[in-house]
């Protein structure tokens, strides 16, 4: 499914479509809270780390699924990758090849079994905070310093899959993006669960050095916070002279590819976009196209391997 989201969940605060949408999101959460009482969890021997949101999507999980995995690593901990099966997020899923091995499944609890059959000792799941059907070890709910949680409404009327106050049953939360709005996010979190641990990243570029500083550049993504990559590539001094959103997951067209071209033409730039979308990209100019690759940056990194260890 490629989601464009409505322009006013991420409003400060509710509008007279949100109100609109409130009973459904209450029938919703009514249905998801007998669901999620009377599901029996399944409880394995390797342990899991759920890396999960409640706002939907453009958190940073895949970031700090990454992250996590390496911090393993090199600590010779035989850990590995856990999605749930979507057609629509073959980019994502790519990624997570390239960084270490892959289990992918329909049911998220068949991927982590078959881990465990060839002897993984940990399954980090990039999604399913949601998926009550498993009793993870290490839970870590993410949200975007700049969305943070939009009008704070549950799906349809506003982006959260849960109530923010659900937060009280957790125990860490990442805030991931540019470093923005970080005190007035954390009271927001410490009034719900004073006793959470509240752990940060910030996005950093690791190929900077591809690019000059003096190009101009026509930047586009279909990733879940368009706006959070545009805010990276111009806090790393690069010239964006102007930005194309397209809906996460987004599968591009030739005929997309060739507008931005065209575009990019007409104001005399460079093409950029992020290493999701650009793996996505299937054109006979792909190599038209710049990506910016970045990482996560976790700044308290020696309080999170703590946790994880």
């Known amino acids: 499914m490629n989601l464009k989201k409505p322009k006013f969940w991420d409003y400060k605060k509710p509008n007279i479509v949100a109100y609109i949408l409130t009973p459904i999101a209450l029938l919703i959460n009514i249905f998801q809270f007998l669901n999620f009482k009377f599901k029996n969890k399944n409880k394995l021997k390797i342990k899991t780390i759920c890396v999960g949101n409640f706002y939907l999507g453009g958190t940073g999980k895949t970031s700090l699924s990454i992250k996590i995995n390496k911090i393993l690593k090199q600590r010779q901990i035989r850990a590995c990758f856990v999605k749930k099966k979507y057609e629509d997020q073959i980019d994502e899923q790519n990624i997570l090849k390239n960084e270490g091995n892959l289990f992918v499944n329909y049911k998220r609890i068949d991927a982590i079994s078959q881990a465990e059959k060839e002897n993984f000792e940990v399954a980090i799941c990039d999604d399913g905070l949601q998926d009550k059907s498993i009793d993870y070890d290490l839970k870590f709910v993410c949200f975007n310093t700049l969305n943070w949680v939009g009008n704070g409404l549950t799906l349809p009327a506003g982006p959260l899959r849960e109530k923010l106050n659900n937060l009280s049953q957790y125990e860490h939360v990442f805030l991931n993006g540019n470093l923005e709005n970080i005190e007035e996010i954390s009271n927001e979190i410490n009034k719900i669960n004073p006793k959470i641990n509240i752990h940060l990243g910030k996005y950093e570029p690791i190929n900077l050095n591809e690019f000059k500083s003096d190009d101009k550049?026509?930047?586009?993504?279909?990733?879940?916070?368009?706006?959070?990559?545009?805010?990276?590539?111009?806090?790393?001094?690069?010239?964006?002279?102007?930005?194309?959103?397209?809906?996460?997951?987004?599968?591009?067209?030739?005929?997309?590819?060739?507008?931005?071209?065209?575009?990019?033409?007409?104001?005399?730039?460079?093409?950029?976009?992020?290493?999701?979308?650009?793996?996505?990209?299937?054109?006979?100019?792909?190599?038209?196209?710049?990506?910016?690759?970045?990482?996560?940056?976790?700044?308290?990194?020696?309080?999170?391997?703590?946790?994880?260890l």
Not at 248 to 265: G, L, Q, T
Not at 271 to 299: A, C, G
């Open 217 to 308: 550049y026509l930047i586009f993504s279909g990733i879940g916070n368009h706006n959070t990559f545009v805010k990276m590539v111009k806090n790393y001094g690069l010239n964006v002279l102007a930005d194309i959103e397209f809906p996460d997951h987004y599968k591009y067209s030739e005929n997309d590819m060739n507008k931005i071209m065209d575009n990019a033409n007409k104001l005399n730039c460079e093409i950029l976009t992020t290493e999701k979308d650009f793996v996505r990209i299937d054109h006979p100019n792909k190599n038209k196209f710049k990506f910016l690759k970045s990482e996560l940056k976790i700044i308290d990194e020696e309080k999170l391997i703590k946790y994880l």
